[in-house]
């Protein structure tokens, strides 16, 4: 069974400066897919940025990116000049040997002005 | 392209009532995700689709729970005789292969009173 773990329930950042998020996961497959979702207050879960486990080269989506650690089954997200919208929960999630997506429970991003 | 959309945004019924849901994916993507997200939480697995056949079911999936989706568009979810454990956000989502992002809906919430 996979199982993805973020051990930060909140994280905070001052507007234009960086944050990471942590997330470790588990998963006995050798082909699957990790994902970062932003879900903002009320609003619907949009992508974030993805990443093949496949590729060595880590992935990029403008000002946020991962690092992506294949042995150590670590997956964090780096958000650079962080900004209002930001605020959000951010949900790290796997998939692989399954259609289905698994969550971590999130956590909670909090931009200050 | 309008995106995932559900139906009602938002459901209160009472212990024992029957509801319904409905999520209509975006247009020509032949999987179709159902999840729930209790607060706190990250949305779980409940069952997925694609086209028209049923391929997997999470053991979340009570016999209380019944998901459909005739003819591989529109897909509704039914909940009978509602538990108060049932409160939850119910989110749907879509994708165009296994391997696709998976987009999502804005989610009915459900309150069993």
């Known amino acids: 069974a996979q199982t993805v773990t973020q051990s930060q329930p909140e994280m905070s950042v001052q507007e234009a400066e960086t944050v990471t998020l942590s997330c470790t996961y588990d998963?006995?497959?050798?082909?699957?897919?990790l994902f970062w979702y932003k879900q903002p207050p009320s609003r619907q879960m949009i992508l974030v940025i993805r990443?093949?486990?496949?590729?060595?080269q880590n992935a990029t989506e403008n000002r946020f990116s991962v690092n992506f650690q294949k042995a150590a089954k670590s997956f964090s997200l780096k958000i650079s000049d962080s900004q209002l919208g930001d605020a959000a929960m951010y949900f790290c999630?796997?998939?692989?040997?399954?259609?289905?997506?698994?969550f971590g429970k999130g956590t909670k991003l909090t931009v200050n002005p | 392209d309008t995106g995932v959309s559900q139906d009602p945004r938002h459901k209160i019924t009472k212990r024992g009532q029957n509801v319904t849901f409905r999520c209509d994916p975006i247009?020509?993507?032949?999987?179709l995700y159902w999840y729930r997200q209790t607060l706190g939480q990250g949305p779980e697995f409940l069952t997925y689709?694609?086209?028209?056949?049923?391929?997997?079911k999470s053991r979340l999936l009570s016999d209380r729970f019944s998901a459909e989706r005739p003819k591989g568009s529109f897909s509704t979810l039914e909940i009978q005789r509602t538990e108060q454990g049932d409160s939850a956000m119910y989110l749907c989502a879509s994708s165009i292969y296994s391997a696709d992002t998976q987009y999502f809906g804005p989610g009915t919430r459900l309150t069993v009173l």
């Open positions: 999630a796997s998939q692989g040997g399954s259609e289905k997506l698994v």
């Open positions: 247009s020509e993507h032949n999987r």
């Open positions: 998963t006995s497959e050798s082909d699957y897919y």
């Open positions: 990443q093949e486990a496949y590729k060595q």
């Open positions: 689709f694609q086209n028209e056949a049923q391929l997997e």
